[in-house]
């Protein structure tokens, strides 16, 4: 668009200056002196910005009304979104970025206490910076839904292994995530502290899964030296199996729990 703009003007340059050398040709051929000619240049320059001015003033005037029209219609929604007993979509979307604002940052937190707009502010840029606001916090949300979604299933399958309680577990981060129907916070303290969890859950199982390796180690060592017939081993399989196992290998329900262990020991 830049560049067709720049060929239109220059494409006016060239023109006149083509109709200003043919007049300079003519005055030639019929003598104008160079008085006259000076003052017919200054006419012509002046004929020139006074065309230039109307143009300008025309877009102005377009402009101006164009912009009315839109106060106008944006008034008269509003007028109707009122009498409907709706709220204007820019009050909508200031609403919905509040509830997101505050489920992010976390309910105790007054994180809006000052109003975001004002409700007779209608302007098209106005409600599309709400609306560029809202998207940037939408995806921000669904991005920290996720988030908690990959640390609850973590989550479950380390109480799995382990063999606690993850209702248990999760109502002491946050009690309504237990809840499948009930509300979901996805504040950064929600995150953090089921990340904190996770990760100290982890460590307990990977405790107790060294543990258990230590143990078979032991067992495979005895067997080796009583010449244990291969029947016996077997019936210890189980345990022996996962001697090798990374941490993320171990996912057997309750192959680690603290009465496991207490047995093997014995």
């Not at 910076?129 to 939408?138: K, S, V």
């Not at 078979?216 to 067997?223: D, K, N, V």
């Given at each position: 668009m830049g560049s067709r703009k720049k060929?239109?003007?220059?494409?006016?340059?060239?023109?006149?200056?083509?109709?200003?050398?043919?007049?300079?040709?003519?005055?030639?051929e019929v003598g104008e002196t160079e008085t006259d000619r000076d003052e017919m240049l200054?006419?012509?320059?002046?004929?020139?910005?006074?065309?230039?001015?109307r143009k300008v003033d025309q877009a102005n005037r377009c402009r101006d009304q164009l912009r009315q029209a839109i106060v106008d219609a944006e008034a008269e929604l509003a007028a109707i979104s009122y009498a409907l007993g709706e709220c204007p979509?820019?009050?909508?979307?200031?609403?919905?970025?509040?509830?997101?604002?505050n489920d992010i940052k976390g309910q105790g937190e007054h994180f809006l206490s000052k109003p975001l707009t004002d409700e007779t502010d209608l302007s098209?840029?106005?409600?599309?910076?709400?609306?560029?606001?809202?998207?940037?916090?939408?995806?921000?949300?669904?991005d920290q839904v996720e988030t908690i979604r990959k640390h609850l299933?973590?989550?479950?399958?380390?109480?799995?292994?382990?063999?606690?309680?993850?209702n248990e577990v999760v109502s002491q981060v946050?009690?309504?995530?237990?809840?499948?129907?009930?509300?979901?916070?996805?504040?950064?303290h929600t995150i953090d502290n089921l990340d904190d969890v996770v990760q100290k859950l982890r460590e307990v199982k990977i405790k107790r899964m060294q543990k258990l390796q230590d143990l078979?180690?032991?067992?495979?060592?005895?067997?080796n030296l009583m010449d244990t017939r291969i029947e016996e081993q077997q019936e210890y399989q189980h345990?022996?199996?996962?001697?090798a196992a990374s941490e993320h290998e171990i996912t057997q329900t309750s192959s680690l729990t603290e009465d496991f262990i207490k047995y093997i020991s014995c």
């Open positions: 060929d239109l003007i220059r494409q006016v340059e060239t023109t006149c200056g083509s109709l200003l050398y043919e007049l300079q040709i003519i005055w030639d200054l006419e012509l320059e002046r004929e020139c910005l006074e065309v230039y001015r979509v820019h009050i909508r979307q200031v609403k919905e970025i509040e509830i997101i604002t098209m840029r106005k409600l599309e910076e709400f609306n560029c606001h809202l998207q940037a916090l939408q995806k921000e949300n669904s299933c973590t989550l479950y399958s380390h109480c799995s292994v382990l063999g606690m309680d993850f946050n009690p309504p995530l237990t809840d499948p129907k009930g509300p979901r916070s996805s504040s950064d078979a180690t032991t067992m495979l060592e005895l067997w345990i022996t199996c996962n001697i």
